[in-house]
């Protein structure tokens, strides 16, 4: 899908340099695939505290086989 951006040229020489991909849209591609894993884990971090835990829960005897 074409779409045009107004993009920073500064921001996107950085990126250029520090990430080392070759071309500006495998940069661009880059940068969209960790700001999506980055927030992805900042959510997960979220549930922390928020979550009931079953202290008596033993995961090894709910994976043997009967």
Known sequence: MATNLGI???LLK???VIG????KK???NRAL???I?????ERLLDLF???DWDDDYDYK?????R
């Open 26 to 28: 495998a940069t661009v």
């Open 20 to 23: 080392g991909e070759k071309t």
């Open 8 to 10: 920073d040229p500064d």
């Open 33 to 35: 695939r960790e700001f």
């Open 14 to 16: 950085q990126a250029l």
């Open 61 to 65: 005897r709910e994976r043997s086989r």
């Open 49 to 51: 505290g928020k979550l």
């Open 37 to 41: 894993a980055r927030r992805g884990q």
